[in-house]
């Protein structure tokens, strides 16, 4: 299968800070990335939908100036959470959608601690 | 009413005994039904993937879809205690950027 890799998988910040999550795909050029956030024993939240060189769709009730979503390139996405705060503390997932494939490639996953 | 509905267990079965996991929908627009397996404290893997009605099979794992019921099911043979994790169902109404809508998942656990 594809391969979707998401760094850093686990992250510690201050309140207050900015963190910058990498989504790449390494195989395929993705067309499109979604980021998801996930609570412990919940489902996987959409948060918003990239498209290479176009702005974010974001899903409603997501702020989009706290997350900067950045596609730029057909392999890489990137989700910044900025002024972090503790109850932004979470488990940060990204998805890759190859073109004409529906099937969603998962990175691994990023482990955020704002304390 | 939640567009996709999963039992988020947990489920506990012995080891070898056969699994049954379900879901729900109610979007008729849905044409792709995924099953993903998560381990805890990692990303979704994908275990199978149907268009539209029928039955697919692989290795140990088979899923089911029934739009006439809006019912789809992944069943697991000779459930091991790897099988243990949290199991995703999913599905879309199109290809190439149209959004994937999850279950809540359900926890599994195989004891041996």
């Known amino acids: 299968g594809a391969v979707v890799s998401q760094h850093p998988s686990w992250v510690i910040c201050k309140s207050g800070t900015s963190v910058k999550i990498e989504c790449r795909s390494l195989?395929?050029?993705?067309?499109?990335m979604f980021w998801y956030r996930q609570f412990p024993k919940q489902s996987l939240m959409l948060m918003a939908t990239?498209?290479?060189?176009?702005?974010?769709?974001?899903e409603q009730g997501v702020e989009k100036d706290k997350f900067l979503i950045n596609h730029a390139s057909l392999t890489l996405s990137t989700l910044t959470v900025t002024s972090a705060h503790p109850e932004d503390s979470s488990f940060y997932i990204c998805?890759?959608?190859?073109?004409?494939?529906?099937?969603?490639?998962f990175g691994q996953g990023t482990r955020l601690t704002v304390v | 009413q939640k567009e996709v509905e999963q039992d988020p267990g947990p489920l506990s079965v012995p080891e070898g005994a056969i699994v049954s996991l379900n879901c729900t929908y109610s979007?008729?627009?849905?044409?792709?039904f995924m099953w993903y397996r998560q381990y805890s404290r990692k990303g979704p893997e994908l275990l199978m993937y149907?268009?539209?009605?029928g039955n697919k099979e692989d290795g140990r794992f088979t899923a089911q879809v029934d739009k006439s019921s809006k019912y789809i099911s992944l069943f697991i043979r000779d459930s091991q205690p790897s099988d243990s994790a949290t199991y995703l169902c999913?599905?879309?109404?199109?290809?190439?950027?149209?959004?994937?809508?999850f279950g809540a998942g359900t926890r599994l656990f195989v004891k041996a």
């Open positions: 149907t268009y539209s009605s």
């Open positions: 999913a599905m879309s109404a199109g290809t190439g950027g149209f959004k994937t809508i």
């Open positions: 990239s498209n290479e060189g176009s702005k974010a769709t974001y």
């Open positions: 998805s890759a959608d190859r073109y004409r494939n529906t099937e969603a490639f």
């Open positions: 195989d395929f050029q993705a067309t499109t």
């Open positions: 979007n008729s627009a849905f044409q792709y």
